[in-house]
């Protein structure tokens, strides 16, 4: 069974760039027809995509946050990375680790989350 879990700081300083990881069992991040997303929910508010990356590393980004995000993988340790850099305490939320499959864009499988607090 394929699992996720973000992992990372759960407070960050304003104007600090925020670094999270998703561990991936279960399967391999390589696997043709996939792809790995970031999401986030700040509180209070709706879900927001963040980007993706898919099997082969290509990456593609929410225009809003394009300029101040990076995601890439590690693919020796099956394991995907998101930084955020100049963060603000708007960027405060939980942040999700989510697979889709990229046929049908159906998320199927999603991390537990985890909160990141933006505050100093």
């Known amino acids: 069974q394929v699992q996720l879990q973000e992992s990372g700081p759960g407070l960050v300083k304003p104007s600090q760039t925020l670094s999270l990881t998703c561990t991936v069992s279960?399967?391999?991040?390589?696997?043709?027809?996939?792809?790995w997303s970031w999401i986030r929910q700040p509180p209070g508010k709706g879900l927001e995509w963040i980007g993706r990356i898919n099997y082969s590393g290509s990456t593609v980004y929410s225009p809003s946050l394009k300029s101040r995000t990076s995601v890439s993988r590690d693919t020796s340790k099956n394991q995907l990375t998101l930084q955020l850099s100049s963060v603000t305490p708007e960027d405060t939320a939980t942040y999700y680790c989510?697979?889709?499959?990229?046929?049908?864009?159906?998320?199927?499988?999603w991390g537990p989350g985890t909160q990141v607090t933006v505050s100093s």
């Open positions: 989510v697979r889709a499959y990229q046929v049908t864009n159906w998320y199927d499988f």
């Open positions: 279960g399967g391999a991040i390589t696997t043709f027809s996939y792809y």
